[in-house]
């Protein structure tokens, strides 16, 4: 483990994605209880430690209900209800189906989107999140919050980076299918969560996380924001944690 000097995001770094989701298992877990709120990631790094916390339930060494609700980090704007690729379809499909979990989310399809963005950031902020799951994007974006968004910003509309976009091509047919838009949680909304478990897997991701753990706390670098959090962790692969050799 590292901590950074005058940070207080702690590094946990593990040998494989098997060790880094079983650690944030315990980290999730640890902060949950049966009535409680959990903000849930979509994306690769954290399906590991969702099968890991079903299969603990399943296995009868986590509680039968580990929280009561799930809040979507972000929503893609413009998707009919129900599309397999709308972030509620997804987290039920990958995680809160099998545990019970009532997902709350931004209405992608409202008529007016601002509205539902502020409406879905108070709701987030009243519900008092026990812990909110996080990826990192290899520009160190959290959420749909691209380098550039402010530190305290609040749930928004906002434009998807081209970037963004292509990366996420891969879950639709093609790139035009991939909504322009997106509400995400803003990064002051994300920190209201009580604990902040991020997840992070491969080389590719060692840049941003060496910029989020090490590097100045700056709009530049969105996930530098997890410095300022009382209780926030970053649980990484040795390649993403940057050590030669590690990923090869
Ligand atoms: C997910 C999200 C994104 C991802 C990030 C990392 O709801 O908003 O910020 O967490 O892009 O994605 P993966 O885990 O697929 O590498």
């Known amino acids: 483990m590292t901590q ?3 940070a207080t995001a702690r590094h946990l770094v593990r040998d494989d994605a098997d060790q880094v989701a079983a650690t944030a298992a315990d980290l999730i877990l640890e902060a949950c209880d ?11 790094s954290p399906l590991g ?11 009868g ?3 039968r209900r580990v929280a009561r609700r799930g809040y979507l980090l972000d929503e893609y704007l413009g998707l009919p209800v129900g599309d397999r690729n709308s972030y509620a379809s997804v987290i039920r499909r990958e995680v809160a189906d099998a545990l019970g979990l009532e997902v709350r989310g931004p209405d992608g399809q409202a008529a007016d989107p601002d509205a539902e963005a502020e409406r879905y950031g108070r709701e987030v902020a009243e519900a008092r999140v026990a812990v909110q799951v996080l990826g990192i994007g290899r520009n160190g974006h959290l959420g749909f919050n691209e380098p550039g968004s402010a530190l305290d910003s609040r749930t928004r509309v906002v434009r998807l980076t081209e970037t963004t976009r292509r990366d996420n091509a891969r879950f639709f047919d093609s790139l035009a299918e991939v909504p322009t838009h997106a509400i995400t949680q803003g990064l002051g909304t994300i920190m209201q969560a009580r604990r902040l478990v991020l997840i992070a897997l ?3 991701k060692a840049d941003a996380v060496r910029a989020a753990l090490h590097g100045p706390v700056d709009p530049a670098c969105p996930a530098s924001v997890l410095q300022r959090h009382p209780d926030s962790y970053l649980v990484t692969d040795r390649a993403a944690a940057g050590e030669p050799g590690a990923d090869r």
């Open 4 to 6: 950074p000097l005058g």
């Open 34 to 44: 049966d009535e409680c709120s959990v903000g849930l990631a979509t994306g690769s």
């Open 49 to 59: 430690a969702y099968d890991e916390i079903v299969r603990r339930v399943r296995a």
């Open 61 to 63: 060494t986590a509680p």
């Open 202 to 204: 491969g080389e590719r």
